[in-house]
């Protein structure tokens, strides 16, 4: 081996140096902002296609649809009581179970089984009264 092999050098690749030495001595200017008339004047340009062109809010209809108008809702209360028997089993059973939990925790054991009970039974209810079967002449459209 030759003697200058074996000195360490002071960087590991002199052709890197010399890439990043040319890097340094280019003279190339700064990009330039363009100017609010020229920004102006692009986009005039990139979204004008010519004198016909037609936005999305230069859009009119042909025609007026007919007005809809939506059925009356039924009575709140009215309908299946069990339903609504079954909801409030449901929905009032787990908010009795939090407030005796919270506020009368030397509540009789019956009261926690009777609210867990009727929380089980009304989810149990409205469970079983989900359709099983799809309409063939439903597409969804009316909820």
Known sequence: MN???QEPSNTEDPRWDELV???RNLEVPAP???SAEERA???AKLFN???LARGPRDYVADETPEEFIPEEPAAIGSGDPMLNLAWV???GGPFGLLFCVIFFRSAPGFIYLG???AAIIGIFYLL???PTQRDPGDDGAKV
């Open 128 to 130: 079983r009264r989900l």
């Open 41 to 43: 004047a692009e986009l």
């Open 115 to 117: 609210l867990a009970a």
């Open 89 to 91: 089993g449901a929905v």
């Open 3 to 5: 003697p200058a092999e």
């Open 32 to 34: 330039r902002e363009p």
């Open 49 to 51: 296609t010519g004198p």
């Open 21 to 23: 030495d040319n890097f």
